[in-house]
């Protein structure tokens, strides 16, 4: 027997981001809206995002630009970003008593730099508008006929609405519940689903000597990445390493291609130590360095210019006998040193994988779903948000942003659908 209790206007699936603005969008429309949680708290990825401190989204509000954020599938966020974009979301957040700030790289933060008062603020938001949380609460399977979903199964009952919305995430960091369920729903009920493949993930590299750095954090530095001799692409700012390899925003925004280059053969990484410094003028600095300290030797003239822990490194990879006075060094060997200082060679191995990338790139095909209401156009009650459709940005709030314009759209949309 069906209870009243179970039936709803719109159910929606996962409570993270994109599925708490779309519950709450919702039933600010006066929808009677329940979302669905399988963890025993709503947004557990979302806590952890911005290292605890939430990068909320980007203050990059040129649509123009926004979009071609995104990448080749930007397009179909026009609609969306353009109705609520990156000011709505700050708008949004101050309404609720959330104050924010931006920091470099026009990075939008909480002021209070928590990510448990950004996830306070949109519970405020479900309450406020009455929303029916129910935690604990594992979507186990979906029942359909004909193009309608009829039901969504939990352990020990059903629950019936109008309309769904799959908010169920990507597939990386699993322990947070983005375990991928919403693929696997959607691929059953006859949508495409774009190769998942971890992206914004640390790469792992070959050479030993990588790990010795590891900790140290080098700004300002550049990426240039090879393969068969070609550059495929390369990124300007701050490379962190680990004990595996290396990570850091210009790393994490690189991952995505290396990983499809990787499918096709060997890649190489050149970072340049001194983007800023063309060769002739690395090479008179070193030349004014060498000068300064003529009285030392080459282990003991790189600290004005590299961090401490990099110069046993590069004195290493220099050939170049460390105890030799630097009045003695050659021109040869000084020229051999700034095109090691302006490409130290770096191996891919292979990218850490879904656990510890930030987000999936792939997901349920664009194709499928209308841009204009995130509707899906195979299941005529269905609607998607968030990470689990076929969209992936970089590092700078972008994938939150993705979040937030996506849910706001669906929950509007699926509170409108009859
Ligand atoms: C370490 C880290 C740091 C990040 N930092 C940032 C950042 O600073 N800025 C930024 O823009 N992005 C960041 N991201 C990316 C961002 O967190 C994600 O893109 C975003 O959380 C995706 O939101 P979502 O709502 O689509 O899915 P998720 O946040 O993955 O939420 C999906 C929810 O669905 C629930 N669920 C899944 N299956 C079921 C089921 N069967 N039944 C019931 N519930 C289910 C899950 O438990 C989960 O709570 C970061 C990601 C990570 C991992």
Not at 98 to 121: C, H, M, N, W, Y
Not at 346 to 373: C, P, W, Y
Request: aromatic residues 8%; contains cysteine; positive net charge.
């Amino acid at each position: 027997m069906i209870r009243p209790e179970d039936i709803f206007d719109v159910a929606v699936v996962g409570g993270g981001p994109a599925g708490m603005m779309a519950a709450g969008r919702a039933a600010e429309l006066g929808a009677k809206v329940i979302l669905l949680e399988k963890n025993d708290q709503l947004g557990k990825k979302l806590l952890l995002t911005g290292k605890g401190r939430c990068n909320i989204t980007n203050a990059e509000f040129n649509l123009k630009k926004l979009v071609e954020s995104y990448g080749q599938n930007g397009k179909f966020l026009f609609h969306t970003l353009s109705i609520f974009g990156p000011k709505e979301i700050i708008d949004f957040f101050n309404k609720l008593n959330l104050e924010t700030k931006i920091e470099r790289g026009q990075r939008v933060f909480p002021a209070s730099d928590g990510s448990i008062d950004v996830l306070r603020a949109l519970v405020k938001y479900l309450n406020q508008n009455k929303v029916v949380i129910n935690y604990d609460t594992k979507v186990i399977s979906i029942k359909h006929k004909d193009k309608r979903i009829e039901k969504l199964i939990l352990k020990d009952r059903e629950v019936f609405a109008k309309n769904y919305i799959f908010c169920t995430g990507g597939k990386s960091y699993a322990s947070t519940g983005s375990t991928g369920d919403g693929f696997k729903w959607a691929k059953d009920l006859g949508h495409h689903i774009e190769e998942l493949a971890p992206a914004l993930v640390p790469i792992v590299i070959e050479e030993d000597w990588v790990r010795e750095l590891q900790g140290l954090s080098l700004k300002n530095v550049e990426i240039n990445a090879f393969q068969n001799n070609k550059k495929k692409i390369n990124k300007f700012g701050e490379c962190l390493f680990t004990h595996f390899g290396i990570s850091g925003p210009i790393v994490l925004d690189i991952s995505k291609t290396i990983g499809s280059l990787l499918k096709n053969g060997k890649v190489e990484l050149l970072l340049d130590l001194k983007p800023v410094l063309d060769y002739a003028k690395l090479d008179q600095r070193l030349q004014r360095d060498f000068i300064k300290y003529q009285k030392k030797s080459f282990k003991n003239s790189l600290n004005d210019l590299l961090p401490q822990k990099l110069i046993p490194i590069i004195i290493n990879l220099s050939h170049i006998n460390p105890d030799k006075k630097t009045t003695n060094i050659t021109k040869e060997e000084r020229l051999n040193l700034v095109k090691l200082l302006k490409g130290l060679k770096m191996t891919v191995r292979e990218l850490l994988g879904f656990g510890n990338a930030i987000v999936t790139s792939g997901g349920v095909s664009l194709k499928e779903i209308d841009h204009q209401t995130m509707k899906s156009k195979i299941i005529d009650n269905l609607f998607f948000a968030g990470e689990v459709i076929d969209i992936d940005g970089p590092t700078g709030g972008f994938n939150l942003q993705n979040c937030w314009s996506t849910g706001y759209l669906v929950g509007e949309n699926a509170a409108k659908n009859k």
